[in-house]
């Protein structure tokens, strides 16, 4: 019995109501203690914030004439010099767009939420990558979608199989994290981006490119946006977020999508929160203009480089025999899969890796429908590289069962 019917209260939302009760969140909630060496959680290293250029920033909008202003309420589509900051970043890199063609959003995770609002009934299909980022798999479940996993390769997206599934299922959306995505920091060539923008064209769907990683590159090179190509450009929505570049804290993401999504989207932002705050909003448009962003991420990508590799090094010896791993070039994460023979199942080692002191995240929850129990993700970026050896030494011990 839950709390609400002991008490005669009416019973919680049912697509709330199984929320919480995850033993993997319970185990991981124990991770964030200091003694953990924890490649589990997703978060940015703090130590590469740019908290002193971030806090001039702050400093500028607060004492200066546009202080009374920053701290007021202001409009749902976002301020005016940040839209235009957003848009001149979002041009230069191959993709015309134009102040009014953006919403600010108070995280990309909520213009997820909007576009869930905006374009989908209960019982519409989504389409996303097997496996793909968890809370996108929240909100489409909370909007009552049905969540079918598109087959992947270690390229990504499979467009045969792509365009077999909007077939057969006439789904209203695919979701896509096309750049080191979350949770396997895989990338999708240039040919099948083409590929997959061919068939949303061909076959009548939306697109939701979602792109928080694809400026923390440390190798190769930049690949274009699916929304740049032809078919794709005006049923793409394409996500943006300052969250890994600059500070997930100021939660400032913005999505640019076409003018009657993107108005639907507005309307749906003012019934979820009238806008993102303008503080945080006016702050990042003042450090646009005053600090090289692409500097700041170019030495933070850097480092990341250089604890993807302690990563890499550090794995042959910590994962059995017939186990593989990937190769990001760049971003946050690496999927890892341990052998097929049936002794090795991620979530039930899990409790293994915590009484080790150390944690990665299963990969299983992160398929629609359920997936590979034998994989894992693993966040090479929040720890130094020497920890990052000790704590694959420590996983090393948990997975032995030593
Ligand atoms: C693929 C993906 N999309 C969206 C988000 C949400 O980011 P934000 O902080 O911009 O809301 C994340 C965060 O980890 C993510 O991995």
């Not at 999505?255 to 108005?263: E, K």
């Amino acid at each position: 019995m839950t709390t609400a019917e002991l008490s005669g209260l009416p019973a919680l939302a049912a697509r709330v109501a199984d929320t919480g009760g995850s033993p993997i969140r319970d185990i991981l909630a124990v991770t964030a203690r200091p003694e953990f060496i924890n490649f589990a959680g997703g978060l940015p290293a703090p130590e590469f914030f740019d908290a002193d250029g971030v806090a001039a920033a702050y400093d500028a909008v607060l004492t200066g004439a546009d202080a009374r202003r920053a701290l007021q309420y202001s409009t749902t589509e976002g301020e005016p010099a940040l839209r235009a900051a957003l848009a001149g970043r979002t041009s230069a890199r191959g993709l015309p767009t134009s102040a009014d063609d953006l919403l600010v959003t108070t995280g990309s995770q909520q213009a997820l939420s909007l576009l869930a609002t905006a374009l989908l009934e209960p019982g519409d299909t989504v389409l996303v990558e097997r496996p793909c980022y968890l809370a996108a798999l929240q909100v489409f479940g909370f909007a009552g979608a049905r969540v079918v996993g598109v087959p992947c390769d270690e390229h990504g997206i499979d467009p045969d199989a792509l365009d077999a599934l909007v077939a057969e299922h006439r789904p209203k959306l695919l979701y896509t994290v096309p750049t080191f995505q979350n949770p396997t920091g895989r990338t999708l060539p240039a040919e099948r981006r083409a590929a997959v923008a061919e068939v949303a064209a061909r076959r009548g769907l939306w697109i939701v490119e979602d792109d928080p990683y694809g400026e923390l590159r440390f190798e190769g090179t930049r690949l274009p946006w699916i929304a740049t190509y032809e078919g794709a450009r005006d049923r793409t929505v394409l996500l943006g977020s300052f969250s890994k570049v600059m500070a997930p804290g100021m939660r400032l993401g913005w999505l640019r999508a076409p003018r009657d999504l993107r108005r639907a989207c507005t309307v749906a932002k003012q019934a979820a929160d009238l806008h993102t705050p303008t503080v945080n909003q006016l702050a990042a448009a003042r450090y646009l203009a005053t600090v090289d962003l692409d500097a700041h991420v170019a030495h933070v990508a850097e480092q990341y480089g250089a604890r993807r590799d302690a990563m890499l090094a550090g794995l042959p010896g910590a994962l059995p025999e017939g186990s593989a791993w990937n190769r990001p070039e760049g971003g946050m994460f690496l999927w890892a899969s341990l052998p097929q023979d049936g002794a090795y199942d991620t979530t039930a080692l899990l409790g293994k890796a915590v009484e080790e002191k150390v944690a990665y995240v299963p990969g299983a929850p992160f398929y629609a429908g359920g997936g590979d129990p034998t994989t894992l993700r693993l966040c090479f970026v929040t720890q130094a590289p020497e920890e990052i050896t000790e704590g694959l030494r420590r996983l090393g011990r948990a997975l032995r069962n030593e």
